[in-house]
């Protein structure tokens, strides 16, 4: 076997693009980097450590808890994460059309809405952030769960996305807990 062969075949077996046309697979990852890319337009706006240093000082005001990690570290780990999320709904995306696939697909399209929801909200809307994020974390158990279902692979690839979900929902509600009632209306997400 050919390198160039060995290799195609490792792609199709990552992406799970077996007997997959190559414009089915790149419709898959335009649609797929378009709604990652959108969420990440909006965290680079919202988040502190973005480019709004506004929102930054927003949150550099607030009682952290002492779970808090450090931003850098945030910042360093989205990319990861919804880099494994994104193949995961790319290998989806490849598997036979099915009943449980297109469940699967609208679920990982709703957590992209959620997402971009949390993120947008910024650091003065607690309540809208705090549905946000457990509407965030009921989906992503959902969605693993009908994930499973199509692909073993993909679901195991929302493992580490549902853990950091669990401890940021953990954190959003302790920052909530410890900042409520400031007359600033500080939150994070």
């Not at 009943?99 to 650091?123: F, I, K």
């Not at 996305?161 to 500080?186: C, H, I, M, Q």
Request: aromatic content about 8%; some cysteine; proline content about 5%.
């Amino acid at each position: 076997m050919r390198l160039s062969e060995k290799i195609h075949d490792e792609v199709e077996e990552a992406l799970n693009s077996e007997g997959r046309s190559l414009r089915h697979v790149l419709a898959g990852a335009a649609v797929c980097l378009g709604a990652v890319g959108l969420s990440t337009l909006v965290a680079a706006y919202r988040t502190p450590g973005g480019v709004n240093r506004a929102v930054e000082r927003q949150y550099d005001r607030l009682d952290e808890p002492a779970v808090a990690p450090p931003k850098k570290a945030v910042s360093l780990l989205w990319p990861a994460l919804f880099s494994v999320t994104t193949l995961a709904a790319l290998r989806i995306w490849n598997a036979p059309p099915s009943r449980e696939r297109t469940r699967a697909l609208w679920m990982w399209t709703g957590l992209q809405v959620l997402n971009t929801a949390w993120m947008a909200l910024g650091p003065r809307r607690r309540a809208e952030q705090l549905v946000a994020a457990l509407s965030t974390a009921g989906l992503t158990a959902a969605y693993a769960g009908a994930a499973r279902k199509v692909d073993e692979v993909a679901a195991g690839l929302v493992a580490p996305y549902a853990g950091w979900v669990s401890f940021a929902n953990l954190f959003t509600g302790e920052l909530w807990r410890k900042n409520l009632g400031r007359p600033d209306g500080a939150t994070v997400h």
